[in-house]
Every structure is written in structure tokens, then in C-alpha cells.
């Protein structure tokens, strides 16, 4: 069992996760997958895929993750995928500052936490590799989206850096940056800004009433969202390749924005996207 390549993968209850997690199982890996409900597991251990409970808010279920998985594999680690995370809508003005501590608590601290505690596995081996699921939003702002995309700007300096100071080692570190997939994100969505938001009392009122209703499957389907498929894609080059990239934008509307960065000035680029839904 310790001969096959070993990672652990997180937010595996669906979507983007528990595709990748069923497609790194049938191309032969073995996946410590996580979840944070325990209902979650049965479709997982179904398939044989190794689950376990963890919470990324959660530091004490974060270190018996490591230990059980280091326990079972032999200490052998070859790769992380960090993919749990959720979004929490809402105007920087109207996003309570308790929101924002624990949006970066799920999408940042918790991913560095786990990151920080794999990595003495991999040096042992001389070897890993940490995939990071970024997003579009972690190189290009949305609006209604800032407490998000603060935590994945965050998250791509963290990473960019680790894996520079990781040079050498054989450990390297990608960053996966998608835009629309197919999933339970925006259901997720959904329920945080009803939630955290004093939806009548804004001065964006009328604008959370037409976001809500896109939310709600009510606007125009979105046809340039992919399925998680393509995300496994370029996951597998992150995971293989000699080398493998730093980034690795997925769907057009994340190598539009990426391109359009580049190319016009910021007062243009930024007027652009205050267009976009």
C-alpha cells in the first residue's frame, strides 16, 4: 500500500473535491480525503477512498488529520490539494468584520496551517507537491465579492512565496485558479449572505435583491462554466509534470481577466469589470 503515490485531498463532500478525489482514486493514488460532516463520508468510503473529518477552523482537527494519515501511509505524503473553502458575498462596506475573520479563518489560515504541517513529511522525502485551489478572484477583484477575494489575494502571495523559499528542496508549490465550475458554491453563497448581511438596511439594497435572484438560479446560466473536470486537468500537470507551473488559470473568463490585467491600463481595466455580473 505505502508503494502508491499518497495525498490528501480537502472539501471532498462535493463538486471540485469529491471529483478530483474519485479521479485521483481510479488513476491509482491513494486519497486521504476530508470532509467536515460525517454524513459526508459514505459516498466517499464507497469507492474506497480513505475519509476523515476535519474543519480547517478547527487546528486540533487539522493536526489528528496529519497524524492519521502519517500513521497510515508510513509518513509517506507525496502531494496536498487544498480545495475547501466558501465564499462570503456582500459589500466591503456591509461585510461584518467577524465575517472577515472567518472567511480568512476557512480559506487562509486553516490551508496554511495544514500546509505548514505536511511539509516535514515531504522534506523527508525530498520531495511533494502543495496544489493550492485558488480562484480567478486571487488575481483579479469582483464586486460584492470582497471578503473572497481577499482571502484568495491573500492565499497567492502566501503560496507564491512559499514556493520560492521551497526552491530546491523538490517540494513545489501551484496555485489553481478557476472561474466558474460547477458546484455547490453558490448555494454556499447564498446561505452566508442571508446570513451575515443586513440585506434591507444597505445602501446596495436593490443590488443584493438582483444578485440574489442570479444566486437563486433566476438570472442567465452562466455558459462558460465548466464542470470539475477541467479543474482535475491541469490538477494532474500540477501533480506530474517535471516542473510544474506557478498558476494554472481554468475556464475563459479566468484567462480573459488574467489577459486583460496585462494588457489595459488599471483605471480602464478595473471600469471593465465594475460592468460584469
Same mark, same amino acid.
Given at each position: 500500500m505505502t508503494d502508491r503515490r499518497t495525498i490528501i485531498v480537502t472539501g471532498c463532500s462535493s463538486g471540485i473535491g469529491a471529483y478530483c478525489a474519485s479521479a485521483l482514486h481510479r488513476d491509482g493514488w491513494r486519497v486521504?480525503?476530508?470532509v467536515r460532516r460525517e454524513e459526508d463520508r459514505d459516498?466517499?468510503?464507497a469507492q474506497g477512498i480513505e475519509s476523515f473529518l476535519m474543519d480547517y477552523t478547527d487546528a486540533n482537527s487539522i493536526s489528528a488529520l496529519v497524524r492519521d494519515v502519517a500513521a497510515r501511509s508510513g509518513g509517506?505524503?507525496?502531494a496536498l490539494f487544498n480545495n475547501g473553502a466558501y465564499g462570503q458575498p456582500g459589500a466591503v462596506e456591509d461585510v461584518p468584520t467577524q465575517a472577515l475573520r472567518i472567511q480568512f479563518e476557512t480559506n487562509v489560515f486553516g490551508?496554511? *496551517?495544514l500546509t505548514r504541517q505536511v511539509i516535514p513529511f515531504m522534506r523527508q522525502r525530498g520531495q511533494g507537491r502543495i496544489v493550492q485551489?485558488?480562484?480567478i478572484l486571487g488575481l483579479v477583484p469582483y464586486r460584492y465579492r470582497g471578503a473572497y477575494t481577499a482571502s484568495k489575494f491573500a492565499l497567492e502571495g502566501l503560496s507564491l512565496t512559499l514556493r520560492m523559499e521551497l526552491e530546491g528542496s523538490g517540494i513545489f508549490v501551484s496555485l489553481i485558479e478557476p472561474g466558474p465550475i460547477t458546484s455547490r458554491f453558490t448555494a454556499t453563497a447564498l446561505k452566508?449572505?442571508?446570513t451575515a448581511i443586513d440585506l *434591507?438596511?444597505?445602501a446596495h439594497a436593490a443590488e443584493y435583491h438582483r444578485q440574489l435572484a442570479r444566486l437563486n438560479g433566476k438570472g442567465p446560466v452562466n455558459r462558460h462554466k465548466l464542470g470539475p473536470e477541467a479543474v482535475y486537468e491541469v490538477l494532474q500537470h500540477a501533480l506530474t509534470a517535471r516542473r510544474p507551473r506557478p498558476h494554472y488559470p481554468v475556464t475563459t473568463p479566468a484567462k480573459r481577466g488574467i489577459a486583460l490585467k496585462r494588457l489595459l491600463p488599471a483605471d480602464l481595466f478595473y471600469r471593465i469589470l465594475r460592468r460584469f455580473d
Open positions: 486521504f480525503a476530508t459516498a466517499l468510503e509517506r505524503i507525496d490551508w496554511h *496551517e485551489c485558488s480562484s452566508h449572505i442571508e *434591507e438596511n444597505s
